[in-house]
């Protein structure tokens, strides 16, 4: 018997009044969910990166030519405060991944851009995270990830702000 099962049959032990059926669901997706992002992160890392640095690159990467944002597109691309956005463009810049340019489009403000060593980075480590990710999801069928795929957006459009 895992872990989850024990707690649910001491809890129906001591408490046969409640349904903790869900306390069951929620302990397994939020167990999954640290075993994957504790997967990722070590991909990331092998890159140099962490999920926060990721964001950056891979936002600016998917993007399209010529890979670069605004610092407020990439704060609503990455649902992240403008602080946190410029603590993460910092950290990068630092690193040689990103630079900052002036926006041709508006004078008094700037872009992000991918540098050749960001792109190459960002190429590399999306590979692997795709990778990765599939490799934690290996475990189910097609037919099983397409119903798991289904009952999490159903989820997520039942829920507000997720």
Known sequence: MNRIDRILTQWNRERPDLDVTAMGEIGRYLRVARYFRREMEATFAKHGL?????????????????HALSPGDLMAATMVSSGTVTNRIDQLQKAGL????????????????????GFAVIEQAVADHVATQTRLICAFSPEQRAALDALLRAYLSAVPEA
């Open 50 to 66: 962490n999920g926060a640095t990721f964001d950056v690159l891979a936002t600016l990467r998917r993007s399209g030519p010529p």
């Open 98 to 117: 990103v630079e900052r340019r002036q926006n041709p489009a508006d004078r008094r403000g700037f872009i992000v851009a991918l540098t050749e060593k």
